[in-house]
Structure formats: structure tokens, C-alpha cells
């Protein structure tokens, strides 16, 4: 697993108490709608109270095709990473590297829960699309479409504990429920496709917060779908590391001119 910045050693007997607290009520037998609704509210909560106090954070992103209309034994990956981002009451603002076929390609982005918009890093001219066409490369850039995917899911998990970059965190584990596992995936299907499509899709997210003061660290998203008219197999893995930061107020670009998410990286 990636490295989480640690928060620090904790006092070894709280320690212990919080990690056998946490076990008691990730029990299966004492999960109930209650335990889930409870647990829902503090992975959204904490993911909320982020975004409006600000963050850093870099993302790592992977696309694979397989079958279907890719040729036999053959897959088609598409890479991506994000340095130097931030988030701050609603948006981000972020440097995305994409790969294709080993050609490598910088553009900057700023996206809210309902556009994107892109540049070239050398340029200065802006384009804008609807920030669900391009969710498939970048599922978890919208802080707000990760709250609601916990708070609708179909399942939350209890929290367990998990070592990472030399400290404890919460692992909270989301199942995402049908409308926001095609948004995470970025398809849009209706009527029998939707059926089909659902019937294979599955996806899980998962949630760490901090130990002890239970603040967003990580998230991780890991989907998988087969398109029911061509029958290729979709493969998403992302991860995104926040760290608190006192950050600036981003700014949607003005003047960007719109386009379709086909031209997205012909700019």
C-alpha cells in the first residue's frame, strides 16, 4: 500500500484499547442498519470536513480494458497521476500526467461535481466538459461524489485497523449501491444495458481515517464492469493520500471554451 503520512506514535495502552474497541464492533454478528447508518455518517462527516477546511493531495489513477473489442490477449492501460493538488470547499485544482501506449502527456485541471476543465500544462488556453464524461480516468476527484457514494451505499463496513506508513488507521469498507457505482465507473446505460451492466459491475471504496481523530487520509476505489454491448471488461484502480493544509480558494477558469470528452486529450 501506498504511504500515509503517519500521525504520530499514540500512547500504546489507548492504543490498545482503540484497537480492540474497533474490533468488537467490526464484528459481524453485532453488525446492524444502525452500526452501518452510524459509520456512513463518520466516514461522510470526515470527508466533508475536509474539503471545506482544505488539503493537499496526489492521486494515482488506472484504466484497463480487456475482451470484448480489444483484441484477444491484449489489454488496453491507460495510467495516470496527480501531484501537487489541492482541494478546497467543493473543487480541486491539480496536475494530471496521463499515459497511453507510453507516450506521456501533463496537462492542469480544476474540476467541481459538475465540470472539468483542462489545459495543456505549456498552454493557456482552457476547455471545459462535464466532469462525469472523464470520471472513468479520475473517479475520486470530486471529494463531494465520494460523500455521497458513502452515504447511499449499499453497504458500510466497520471500521477496522490497518498499519500504514508506520502508523494505525481506520479501514471503513464501501459498497457502492447501483447509480453511484456507474457514476464512479463513468457509464451511463438505461433499460436493459443498465440491468446487464449492473449484473456484473461491482466495485468496493475504501475509506482510511486517522486513529484517533478520525480525519481523512486515503481512499481507495476499486471497480469493475463489462459493457453489455461490446462486452470489454472495464478495470479501474485509484488511490488519493490527503494531508490537512491551509490552502487558496480555487477558481473555475473563465472563458473555457466546451467540448466532448473524445477531444479531451487532442489539446
Known sequence: MKRIPSPGPPHFAGLLL????????????ARTQANRDRDAQVVANAVRQLDLSGARFSMDNQLVYRGGSVPSGQELVFQSSSTNGTFKDGQARFEYRFTKSSKPAVYDMVV???RLFVK???????????????AVLLPLARLETIRQTVLLARDVGGATVNFAGGGLYRKYRVTPAGPQLEQLEGVVFSGGDETAFLKTASGEVDVFLTLTEKKLARVEAHLKGVDPQSHTVQMIDSSIDLQPSRVSDIQAPAGATAIQVSDLFNI
Open 18 to 29: 482503540g484497537v480492540l474497541v474497533l474490533a468488537a464492533c467490526s464484528s459481524p454478528a
Open 120 to 134: 495543456a500544462h505549456s498552454g493557456s488556453s482552457w476547455k471545459t466538459l462535464p466532469a462525469g464524461d472523464a
Open 112 to 114: 467541481d461535481e459538475s
